[in-house]
């Protein structure tokens, strides 16, 4: 497997951001890379830090948003956006380096998305 940084993922993640009111994101430590050679079927994942290597390495909740590039690469450009709002949203409102899961009480990830990406459409 192989791992480049995705500079173009990152401007998208910006700009999503900016136009969306996720404000508990810093986006300063979002770190994107796109991936080659992976076995599975997902378009992108994100990987946290957990608490016990930010205390041991002594630094801040950071997060990797991962492009597998032989899925993502293929989708149309709104569907990339979804995409990058779905996996934001595995982000909680303290930024810990924590992940939510698809499925809390009420909230489902997938209507989010939904929801935020028509947002997001509409405030462009």
Excluded at 4 to 9: I, L, M
């Amino acid at each position: 497997m192989e791992w480049k940084e995705a500079k173009d993922v990152k401007k998208d993640i910006k700009k999503i951001l900016k136009v969306l009111k996720l404000p508990h994101i810093k986006s300063s430590r979002i770190f994107c890379f796109r991936s080659y050679g992976s076995k599975s079927r997902s378009y992108a994942r994100i990987w946290a830090m957990p608490k016990i290597f930010q205390k041991a390495l002594s630094i801040e909740a950071a997060y990797v948003i991962e492009v597998l590039s032989k899925h993502y690469d293929k989708l149309p450009e709104d569907n990339r956006k979804k995409v990058l709002i779905h996996e934001l949203l595995h982000i909680p409102k303290n930024f810990s380096g924590a992940l939510l899961h698809h499925r809390i009480r009420k909230r489902h990830l997938g209507s989010l998305t939904n929801k935020l990406f028509k947002e997001y459409k509409n405030s462009l």
